[in-house]
C-alpha cells in the first residue's frame, strides 16, 4: 500500500511539472507583439487622380520573429478633410501570428479643387411640378468623385411652395465622399401656364458660370436666342435692335425673314446686373423682355465670383 501511494505521488509530481514546463514553453514561444511600421515621412503628398497603392509609399513593417512584412501593410481608412486638402491615412501590418500594429499619416492633396455646379436650363417651372424636376436641372462634379449630381439636394432651411407662383431662394447642397459639403445659393421661378405661355422668352447659352476677381463677364455675350411674338430669334444685336442671325439661312428662308422685317426693340429688353467682379459671392444677372403689351420674360443667369 505504501509502494502504490510512492508511486501514485511520483506520477502526480511528474505531471505536474510536465504541464508546468509545457505552459512556459508556451509563454516562451507565443508571440503577441505586432510588427514595427516605419514612415518616411509623417505626410505624404498625392494627387486625387493617384491609385491608394501610392498611399503606402515610403512605408515598411518588419516583425522581431518574422522579419519583413511590408506586404502585409494595407490601409484601413482614410478620414474625411481635417483641414485644407488635408486627410488622415491609417494603415495596417500584420504578422504571422496576426498581430496588428497600426499607423497613421497625413494625406495632403495637390490639386484637390471644390465642387462645381452646373444648370442644364433655366430654373424655371410650372405651378405643381414637383422637387424632383427641380433637382434633374442642377447638377455638381468634384475632383474627388466626380458626377455628384445625384446627391444634389436643398439645404434644410429651403422653402418651396410649388402651388403658388413667385420667385423662391433656395441654397443647394452636395457633399462629396471626403465630407466636404459645398452650397450654391439660386432662385427658382415657379408660374403660371397661363402667363408663361404669352410671355416672351430668352435662351441663354449658359445659366450658371464661374469667373475669377477682376475678370468681368459680357452679359450679352450669353443670350442665344428669343422668342417674341411667335418667332424665334438667334441674336445679333445691331442698331438698337436684336435681329436674326441670318448667316446660315438658305435663300428662300433668308427672303422670308427679310420680308418681315423681324427685329426686336432694344427698348422691350433689360438687364440687371448685380454682380461686383471685385467680391468674391453668388451673384445674378438678370434678363428681361417684354411684348409691348404688359408680357414680360425673365430669365437669370448666375454668376459665381471666386477668389
Known sequence: MRIEKILSTLVLLAAIFIFAR?????FRTNDTVGPNIEMDSSQIEVSVKDMQIKLLRGMTATDARDGDVTDTLVIETISDFVSENTRTVTYAAFD???NVTKATRSLIYTDYEPARFSLSGPLRFPVSTNQQNILSMIGATDSIDGDLSDKVNFSSSSVINID????????????NSAGDTFSLPLTITIYENSVYNTAPKIQLSSYLVYTKVGEALDPLEYIEGMSYRGTDYKITEEEGTFRVDTSEMEREELEAFQSQDPAVSLSLFELVDMTNYNYPGVYEIQYTLGDGEGNRGRVILTVVVEE
Open 22 to 26: 509545457f505552459s512556459v514553453n508556451s
Open 96 to 98: 504571422k501570428d496576426n
Open 164 to 175: 403658388t407662383a413667385g420667385d423662391y431662394k433656395v441654397v443647394m447642397e452636395v457633399t
